[in-house]
């Protein structure tokens, strides 16, 4: 009569808290296709004569080292220059800059094949080491690194055998982030190879990335849902500024454009993100935009796994590249097939109606911090307890916590079943993670999901008997309370100090055992509705 009442309390306030915070996406219209006009991926323009290609001229190195100013802080980062020259090529050459995707790349471990590839086709190009200074993953400065870029191309175009009207750039993934900043202030940059363009702010292109690869991975709908909520948090409210950043602007798209993805990419809306540049460079007034699609090849043109090194870039891609940068850069008319290659696939829709939600990010940040420091407090108690529980039993003092009725017993069983579910959870995430991971530089989706979809539905159940346990206790301190006159009216002042003092204990008869027990049973309530907060608690 009183544990079901309480069971059914506890249950509908995690079910009710993990429904309030679930996050609707519609990822119609599915398996979207873009078709190409021919499989045959040669660039060729209206002329006869012979253009520069791959191996024409000899390369000569040369570096310099300039100090980049973050435009917003002053910080300044020593930045290499590495200019790859063609030997022997005359002057009026064209120019390109290559710009970093993800991670901390330098002038030297970056785009070195097809950056000398570049130049030995007639090109002056320039790779840098990537302008971060003491920016994260999270906190990259886009407009800042744009001016960085464009001092570099300042330089390149400064340069004698230059012509200062053909100098282009080079971005690939992230980088095309930072593509529509750099368009925006300088608008004599010439042309643009954009190499897996992201074309959608970090909110929504990341939440398409994640929501194909978890489904990619075999991982359970719950660990799909989780990205979702991550994804509709507040971030401006922690001093993280890009997540909306504007990138669909037509000023991007301006000038003549490059476009080349691979089929084994899962990071990119392909169909989606196209369709977007189309429309975006024709609202500017720019028609010359081409796709190349290559079968096999992953998010950075590579043919297997990135995680290996020396993976070649796919068949003809260099080649293909080469030969619409020479004959752009040359204002000539291209009388090759716009589109090429195999067809763009989508999976899924990318979740553009994904929005910061200040209530929710609140509501979450709340319970994690109290979930975190919580667990830190009945940690330290949890060690002081078992120090004392040790020496009392080498000293043969009795009892140091003086749990009453079981009640010690039931806490450790469901401090242990928490907890163990806490590490599932977070070890089904990891392993989802990994295997995104793994998708994103090339490798073939798992066999077996193994722990990323049994863990799921394992936590939700043993949470239903862990909430159905907590109700037991309840009812047993409602049980003792009454015993002890505690719930009779009026309250009687000496059952309430008989209590307090230990005399009539409920859970404990010492204070360290009353500390320890509530302060660990509200740490795994806690954990319970951190739990409903990822969606846990939907059935």
Known sequence: MISLPIFIILLGILVIASTNTRIQVDNDPRGQIFGTLTSDTAVTFDTDDPLPQEGTYKVRESRYVMDAVQPSTGEVQHINVLVREPVGAGTGLPGMVFMHGAGYGTCDNSFGDVAASM??????????????????????????????????????????????????????????????????????????????????????????????????????????????????????????????????????????????????????????????????????????????????????????????????????????????????????????????????????????????????????TIVIVLLVVTLLVALVIAIIALVRHVRYRIMHQGHALGFQYRFGRSLMMLSVITLACLALFLGGLGEVVMAVVYLAWGSAPPEDAGMMYWSWPVIQVVCVFVVWEWARVFTGMIEVASMRGLLGWPLKRDAIRAIVSGKEPVVASTRLGRVLFWSTTVAMLLVLLSFSFWGLFLF
């Open 119 to 364: 130049s030995s086709a007639g090109f002056v190009t320039a790779v840098l080491d990537k302008p971060v200074w003491s920016t994260t993953d999270l906190t990259r400065d886009y407009p800042g690194s744009a001016a960085i870029y464009d001092q570099v191309i300042d330089h390149i175009r400064s340069m004698e055998q230059v012509d200062a009207t053909k100098v282009g750039v080079y971005a690939t993934s992230e980088s095309t982030w930072i593509t529509p900043f750099l368009l925006e202030t300088d608008h004599d940059v010439a042309f643009q190879v954009l190499l897996s363009p992201m074309v959608f702010n970090p909110r929504h292109a990341l939440a398409y990335l994640a929501g194909q690869n978890f489904a990619l991975a075999g991982a359970n709908e719950g660990y799909q849902a989780i990205v979702r909520r991550a994804l509709s948090l507040d971030l401006d409210m922690f001093g993280l500024h890009n997540v909306d950043i504007r990138t669909r602007v037509p000023v991007a798209y301006s000038i003549p454009t490059y476009v080349a993805y691979g089929s084994k990419d899962v990071m990119t809306a392909q169909v989606q993100g196209f369709k977007e540049i189309l429309a975006l460079a024709h609202e500017a007034g720019n028609w010359n935009v081409t796709l190349r699609s290559y079968p096999v090849a992953n998010h950075v043109l590579r043919l297997g796994d990135e995680a290996e090194a020396g993976t070649p870039f796919a068949d003809d891609y260099v080649r293909d590249t080469l030969a619409w940068a020479v004959g752009t850069s040359r204002g000539l008319t291209q009388t090759s097939e716009p589109l090429a290659g195999t067809p763009l696939y989508q999976s899924i829709a990318v979740p553009l109606d994904l929005h910061a939600r200040p209530a929710l990010t609140i509501y979450g």
